[in-house]
């Protein structure tokens, strides 16, 4: 939610921002942004299922092996970040949870933009 909404704060494309947050799977994304995100994802989801063919599905895109290896790096560090802060019980600061839940409860409903994922 923190990361959609920053995208959203600086894009200006509010209705990526909107996909991005719900399911990325459904935004109007270019062939590389598209295969870096499933690349990420699937690292994600499930590591152990990562094949060869995965990085060679991004170097056909056009992805370096440099590019390649900072979507790793970048998937990797949001991970273990995220781990890192689950693992030690890392809690949201105070109000920061009832503003998130104000948020998406108070005039963002009425901004179908927003809160309605693009079929």
């Given at each position: 939610m923190a990361h959609g909404g920053f995208l959203r704060q600086h894009s200006d494309d509010p209705e990526l921002a909107s996909h991005i947050m719900h399911d990325y799977t459904?935004?109007?994304l270019?062939?590389?942004?598209?295969?870096?995100l499933d690349f990420a994802s699937k690292?994600?989801?499930?590591?152990?299922?990562m094949?060869?063919?995965?990085?060679?599905q991004l170097r056909a895109l056009g992805l370096s092996d440099e590019q390649?290896?900072?979507v790793v790096l970048i998937t990797c560090v949001f991970?273990?970040?995220?781990?890192?802060?689950?693992g030690l019980g890392v809690e949201v600061p105070p109000g920061r949870q009832e503003a998130h839940e104000r948020w998406l409860t108070?005039?963002?409903l009425s901004q179908d933009w927003l809160m309605t994922p693009k079929e």
């Open positions: 459904k935004a109007d270019d062939p590389v942004t598209r295969g870096m690292l994600t989801r499930d590591p152990t299922s094949q060869k063919t995965d990085v060679e390649i290896l900072s991970n273990f970040m995220t781990r890192l802060a689950d108070g005039g963002v």
